[in-house]
């Protein structure tokens, strides 16, 4: 039992613009990561979406509006990890803990799955949006998915529901 204690974990916490995700980090910082280990945030962006004139004339944009588009979706990462890492520090603050980041392209359960073997991940951990029935599966789970394709434990966090005056 003390060489599981003892051993250096690489824990991949996916991040993304939800507050579900960024409960899940907090939850994993508090609850999971200790000393000596390695946590590893993931941003994913989304794949580029494609645009295809309706009217059949042709019209394509220009090289300045997919440039706007493409620092628009580097800025929201940016963001986002730099939002991860402040509270790791927040939480962290004393303990020997490395922090990785890592910003990638593509659908993120194909990407946070490769990352996963790539990395030599031990612990996977990401937020659950909570979708129902009908949205899951319309929109997919990337949770559901990269809990069925990864070869290590994955921790999915659930935020609690608040009950803020619904009825």
Not at 46 to 71: H, R
Not at 89 to 103: A, G, M, S
Not at 118 to 140: C, E, N, P, W
């Amino acid at each position: 039992m003390a060489d599981v204690a003892e051993k250096q974990r690489r824990i991949l916490v996916a991040v993304d613009e939800g507050e579900e995700s960024m409960y899940a980090l907090s939850w994993c910082l508090k609850n999971v990561v200790s000393s000596k280990d390695t946590l590893i945030l993931v941003y994913v962006k989304p794949p580029k979406a494609v645009y295809i004139p309706l009217d059949g004339t042709g019209y394509m944009f220009s090289s300045d509006i997919y440039a706007t588009m493409e620092n628009y979706s580097n800025e929201v990462a940016n963001s986002v990890i730099e939002k991860a890492k402040k509270k790791c520090r927040d939480v962290l603050e004393e303990q020997d803990v490395k922090v990785e980041t890592r910003i990638e392209n593509g659908d993120p359960r194909d990407v946070i799955c490769h990352l996963v073997e790539q990395l030599g991940t031990d612990v996977l951990v990401m937020g659950s949006h909570g979708y129902g029935l009908i949205k899951r599966a319309f929109l997919g789970s990337v949770s559901n998915h990269c809990a069925q394709n990864v070869n290590c434990p994955v921790l999915i966090v659930k935020k609690p529901k608040t009950n803020g005056g619904s009825k």
